[in-house]
């Protein structure tokens, strides 16, 4: 099909304007988040909405691109799942306890909460509740990250927040899958799923710990190559791998990406060369920028907005505010009250959302249309939510730093303050 619809030069370079135009587009909504703080998710989605909608392109081209989604959705996916993995360090405790407490209750609540609701609602089994729940698990790094980084905040605060924000997205997608599994298997027996759910789960994380350390060897004798193109290529080729013979692919890339993040460690134990490239590169960055545009973009193609998932949305919307300001008075009691107010502005849903919603979808089970459009327009008001509250939190605690650096410029030592934690009491 595609190659009858670029028959002709004319398709082909009409092909290659939209998809330069969409990439333009990503860098600009970029440049206007940064300025304005609109969400880049909420102006990418609208663009394919209005390719969709206004017939800029031709239906048949419009169903190519369309076709194009689970295809970035997966690269999407693996992507997330490798970056989660890479930042755990093995030679320390893990940094920010609270961080990872915050990050699995994101989607535990919700899971349990949906499941409720959707059953005493609407009769759905309390399996495709939590499955909601779970796709609506995570807190958007593209959106936090960029917001916290700009913040003059303590570092045990940031890491907080960068790590809730990270590894709830992990968490959603373990959770997901596994929930997945339980749905495919609701035929076997307890002995026989036991032993399905172990196998799932083992022959993923032997992949993920001979295709690290192997790589890890055959990188001891590249130096001077530039190996990241190739390392995540390595993780692109594990996940399908698994994926063939039905594991769980996103375990064997959390594994592999733990192992490459840690690759010192392991080298110096088993005395490699350390040519492995660990930190984030530019590489890295301008195919995360390409991954989400085109994602987002194709998203917006697909999606149907309408009255009755909007009120759907609307009140799922609030019951994660609910949840959030649980979690948040619970959990950050000893915090300043401007920090818990900026923590409990963390809400946008994203790519994992967007991304489990699109799996779903093509999965044909139960309700996947419903669950899809409705985590659609989540992740509409939730951005909405979370760029005017923010707003509104980030300028309280400018203010109050501004304040300290007048304070401490006029003291009469020269300035110089006694530091004091930024975060906590």
Not at 321 to 343: G, Q, T
Not at 357 to 372: C, D, K, Q, R, V
């Given at each position: ?5 670029l ?19 990503g860098?600009l ?9 609109i969400?880049e998710?909420?102006i990418l ?44 360090r ?39 509740g ?8 995570e807190?958007?790094t ?35 899958y596994?929930?997945?599994?339980i749905l ?7 002995i026989s799923?036991?032993q399905?759910?172990?196998t ?7 992949i ?6 192997g ?21 692109f ?16 890339v ?27 590169s ?13 994602f ?14 909007f ?15 649980i979690e948040i ?8 009250p ?5 923590a ?12 489990l ?22 992740i ?11 707003s509104?939190?980030?300028r ?30």
């Amino acid at each position: 099909m595609a190659i009858g619809l670029l028959s002709s030069g004319t398709e082909v370079d009409l092909l290659l304007a939209v998809i330069s135009l969409i990439i333009i587009l990503g860098y600009l909504s970029e440049v206007l988040f940064k300025r304005t703080r609109i969400p880049e998710v909420m102006i990418l989605i609208v663009i394919g909405l209005i390719i969709a909608q206004t017939k800029l392109l031709p239906s048949s081209y419009i169903d190519t691109l369309r076709g194009l989604t689970p295809l970035f959705g997966s690269i999407a996916l693996i992507t997330i799942m490798y970056d989660g993995g890479k930042i755990i360090r093995l030679d320390k405790s893990l940094p920010s306890g609270l961080g990872y407490l915050l990050a699995l209750a994101d989607t535990v609540l919700p899971a349990i909460a949906m499941a409720v609701i959707m059953y005493v609602v609407f009769h759905w089994q309390l399996i495709y509740g939590a499955i909601l729940g779970t796709m609506l698990g995570e807190t958007s790094t593209i959106m936090i990250a960029p917001l916290i980084k700009r913040l003059n905040i303590n570092s045990k605060l940031y890491n907080m927040m960068l790590v809730e924000a990270t590894f709830n997205s992990v968490f959603s997608i373990l959770i997901f899958y596994l929930l997945l599994s339980i749905l495919g298997g609701s035929s076997m027996t307890a002995i026989s799923y036991a032993q399905y759910t172990l196998t799932y789960i083992s022959v993923a994380v032997v992949i993920g710990i001979v295709g690290g350390f192997g790589w890890l060897f055959v990188q001891s004798f590249s130096k001077g190559a530039r190996g990241y193109l190739a390392t995540i290529a390595i993780a692109f080729l594990l996940y399908a791998f698994v994926s063939f013979f039905n594991g769980a692919a996103v375990i064997t890339v959390l594994i592999y990406a733990i192992i490459i993040g840690n690759s010192k460690i392991f080298n110096n134990y088993f005395k490699f060369n350390d040519n492995t490239e660990t930190e984030s590169s530019d590489v890295e960055q301008q195919i995360e920028f390409l991954v989400r545009t085109f994602f987002f973009v194709l998203l917006g193609l697909i999606a149907y907005v309408s009255l009755y998932y909007f009120i759907f949305a609307v009140a799922i919307t609030g019951i994660l505010i609910i949840l959030r300001k649980i979690e948040i008075s619970s959990m950050m009691r000893k915090y300043d009250p401007k920090y818990k107010e900026l923590a409990l502005s963390l809400i946008p849903r994203g790519l994992t959302a967007a991304v489990l919603g699109s799996i779903y979808l093509s999965s044909g089970y139960a309700y996947a249309s419903t669950m899809f459009y409705i985590v659609f327009m989540v992740i509409i008001l939730t951005n909405i939510v979370f760029s005017i509250t923010t707003s509104r939190a980030s300028r309280k605690i400018e203010k109050a730093e501004a304040a300290m650096k007048t304070s401490a410029e006029s003291k009469p030592d020269g300035g110089r303050a006694i530091p004091q934690p930024a975060g906590v009491l």
